[in-house]
């Protein structure tokens, strides 16, 4: 069992950045690939970036390449997401989300266990 805690996120201006963090507060993260989704209001949810579980492979939609780095700590059992050069169009709620296993994954239905989500806001 792995309980996921978001922490950061938040209103900024556009061009501006943010980190969010999640982290484990039950169970390990350690063999866990990772990923990050968001869901827009009025959209469906959509994946953002994932990382395998040693750190060593990652993968960030279209939308995100050269703004946003997925990244993790598994000492320190988090997993994080720099999100830089921010647009209004980023704005959502964002949540990371463990796998089942410890591959890298685009697919939502690969992940088994949810953080809370937190609040991004990009203003114009």
């Known amino acids: 069992q792995v309980q996921l805690v978001q922490s950061g996120g938040g209103l900024v201006q556009a061009g501006g950045s943010l980190r969010l963090s999640c982290a484990a507060s039950?169970?390990?993260?350690?063999?866990?690939?990772m990923g990050w989704f968001r869901q827009a209001p009025g959209k469906e949810r959509e994946f953002v970036a994932t990382?395998?579980?040693?750190?060593?492979?990652?993968f960030v939609e279209f939308f995100a390449k050269g703004r946003f780095t997925v990244s993790r700590d598994n000492a320190r059992n988090t997993v994080s997401l720099q999100m830089n050069s921010l647009k209004p169009e980023d704005t959502a709620l964002y949540y990371c989300?463990?796998?089942?296993?410890?591959?890298?994954?685009?697919?939502?239905?690969?992940?088994?266990?949810w953080g809370q989500g937190v609040q991004v806001t990009v203003s114009s």
């Open positions: 990382i395998n579980w040693r750190g060593e492979t990652t």
């Open positions: 989300a463990a796998s089942k296993g410890n591959v890298a994954t685009t697919i939502e239905e690969d992940y088994k266990f």
């Open positions: 039950e169970g390990t993260l350690k063999s866990i690939a």
